[in-house]
């Protein structure tokens, strides 16, 4: 079944420590996202990726990371710099052949600071 | 710029009643409407979308009419029901994507 998938589903981070979180996508999508949801805020972008090697800043990308070595892979670092990390991170995909374009989204992973 | 605003939650009804969120947007040019659903603990899932000025989306029971002269597009469903218990997420895109900031329904036996 073709879809993405986000890993853990639950995340712990000390103070102080960057965390990487997972998200693969086997629907041969040139454009990758990732989002962070806030309780009542929606959703807002943190980075994106149109194409392998390249990836543009979103609306909120102070204190995180990524990389897109891979068409299948888009990995988030949160480093210790991002000082409100607690949030839900979705993780989305398109085509990146349209102007107009369907995301498809991930199941999530809910980031927690001990 | 572009945004999306919602009615605020949470809303609450009993099983088969009328469901409408209200979804406004602002935008230049003509953005695509999208509606996604996200149940709990989940990502969002794509529930419909429109994309020129009188088109209706529909899925699962629920329609919403993209409205350019009133900017508007509500999402409605004739009777609801337990499953469709959930957070409702209005979103445009138009050179970026943006997104309401979720109304959380409930639906009660």
């Known amino acids: 079944d073709g879809g993405i998938t986000q890993s853990p589903k639950y995340l712990f981070r000390k103070e102080g420590q960057n965390v990487t979180l997972s998200c693969e996508q086997n629907?041969?999508?040139?454009?990758m996202y990732w989002y962070r949801q806030d309780p009542g805020q929606g959703l807002r972008l943190i980075y994106y990726?149109?194409?392998?090697?390249?990836?543009q800043k979103g609306d909120i990308a102070e204190g995180y990371s990524v990389s897109r070595e891979k068409k299948e892979s888009f990995p988030l670092t949160v480093t210790s710099a991002q000082k409100n990390p607690t949030a839900f991170y979705l993780c989305?995909?398109?085509?990146?052949?349209?102007?107009?374009?369907?995301?498809?989204f991930g199941p999530g992973t809910r980031l927690l600071v001990l | 710029g572009n945004s999306v605003t919602q009615m605020e939650g949470p809303v609450t009804l009993s099983e088969e009643a009328f469901l409408t969120i209200n979804c406004t947007y602002t935008?230049?040019?003509?953005?695509?409407l999208f509606w996604y659903v996200q149940y709990p603990g989940e990502g969002l899932q794509l529930l419909l979308k429109?994309?020129?000025?009188?088109d209706k989306g529909s899925n699962k029971g629920f329609e919403a009419t993209y409205r350019k002269e009133t900017t508007s597009f509500h999402l409605e469903k004739g009777s609801v029901q337990v499953s469709d218990s959930a957070v409702y997420f209005c979103?445009?895109?138009?050179?970026?994507?943006?997104f309401g900031a979720g109304t959380r329904l409930t639906v009660k036996p």
């Open positions: 429109a994309t020129k000025a009188d």
């Open positions: 935008a230049t040019g003509y953005p695509s």
């Open positions: 979103a445009l895109v138009n050179n970026d994507m943006r």
């Open positions: 989305a995909s398109s085509t990146g052949q349209q102007v107009i374009e369907t995301q498809y």
């Open positions: 629907l041969n999508h040139d454009a």
């Open positions: 990726s149109q194409i392998v090697n390249d990836f």
